[in-house]
DNA sequence: ACTCTTGCCCAAAACGTTTTGGGTGATTAC
DNA sequence: GTAATCACCCAAAACGTTTTGGGCAAGAGT
């Protein structure tokens, strides 16, 4: 058994010849190692788990202006293959229904988790590996994480605003306390006070889709010394917002230039196309599962950007 | 350890003090059973595979035009763990190099398998449960499937042309020989015997694209006698077609009518819109894993249609 | 001639559950 | 008063691997 065992895995020292007897035999007769055995054997299953924080709060999984996470999913499950890994896509496992196989997985990827995440208190208690895809804010010293560089993506879109003649910029930001909305707040309030500005920053619910847009819409037109730019992070937001200032005569780009954080069906196909930073969530994702096999193979974490995005320049930011 | 055992599954008979006394003593020692162990012995992991198949012949993944997949991967999650099952992503386990975990999985749902479907063979062989959405046409006698009502959409669909003034309805199939396309041009088929008209059947293969669109818009433009009307099952094509035909002055729906069979990003953000049918992804992953779950239980498989569709009409096909 | 490596193989223990097959004392049936 | 039935609990086996700790030749060093 034990040079079976070793022949099949690679991992002991057997004659070249038995390993090619061995890996024969097994094959005529059909033979595979049962996972499940050597999980308990080795305490290794060989999975690794998704877990898509945002989606936790929205109603479950929507499609619509959540394909970052899809396209997030898809390449992280492709990529987890690749390093021989299966992916289990989880939701909250605090929950107290989650199938105990939940915490059976070999490690964890946990996309944007929230400020002081329960999910990372359990895992850490659990003992099982974990890797945030940006960082838990209230955790500043742990260091398992990659996210996009949201200081220079963030500055790139204010560079570009102000170059297509942008005098005055807000930001509009979610309401979750995550990693994302936090650095591209802060990377802003940098960028105004080097120019003296005062900032402006409107808040909205992730959740609240396009008609939060549209109330962000609406804080704008009552504003005496309206912007004439707007930094919106969800790409739901930034339709809905150059919608509702459509309706009373405001026009994208005219009268508004608008930028959304994050690429998503309705910035692509909006009347005008809505210029957008793509994420790029598949080399996040591969970057992610990458790291975090690294990690249970015994390296240490260490935090790092995965990616600088990628800015789609389209009609909302660009004057002829 | 079998009253903990019994106690904690409530399997066998255990004195309700006891129980309860187990449950308090486990909670405050933190226990929690090992699933890879208890998998071990009960021959159950608590963990279903999904392969969505048609993305194995895609370049893995893409998100444009594919929402229906990722719609899919979501609910199925979700789904199972109601059913208190992790899902896994898989692609083709076929391949050597798949890990050996994905073959530990309880159950397979397989998205349109193609014609004698080799994931099928090999999961038959290892004796892995497995449901497939969509049948396996090389297997008529295989039970366990789960599928749209493709003959009633087909129909409403072909109605709902004819209804709207179309003279000659033509079809634009994909290339897969997948249950989908085969039904729905069966389908076809006799709705145009039943009328006496001649089938005209275009095919592009799906993983074309647009592109592949303007090429059955080349096509119908060559024609002399040209229908008035396409029923087009992928939305990517009917994109495509349609853009295609409006280049040279053929205008939808005034010139053509438009239905594409499956709702994408494409198909909304069309101008016009594009009718479509939504497959309800969301449905049919709901339904494929509650059946797969009930054949893990024992229960025998019988094949059934698991949505009706929801056809939403939008500006391709009606005239004002 | 003797130890010491080295290369290879093997028996047995271990992983943490579930399941099997009793076992015990209390209650009920005759 | 004995047997049968229950309700409950327990010891030990089993699941299929990996790992540990030798063991046995053959060659190398002295």
Redesign the pocket.
Known sequence: ??????A??G?????????ARVIDTARRLR????AV??G????RLGILALVLRPLDTLESFQPEGVDYFLRFAGAASLSALEHGYGLMLLSDPTLPETPSVALAADGFIITEPVENDPVIDLLQTEGIPLLTVGKDLGRPSYDAWIEPNTAKITRQVLHHLEENGARRVAIAVGTDRNSWNISSEASYREWCSERGQEPLILAQRETSGTAGGRAIGEELLGMADRPDAVYCLTGRHAAGLMARLAESGVGTPDDMLLVAGSDSEQTRNSVPPISAVDLEPEVLARAAVAALVKQLGGEPASGQAGTDGRFIIRGSSTRL
């Open positions: 058994m034990t040079t079976v065992s070793h099949l895995s991992k002991g020292i057997v004659a070249e010849s038995t390993r033979y595979r190692p049962n055995a050597s308990l054997r080795s305490n």
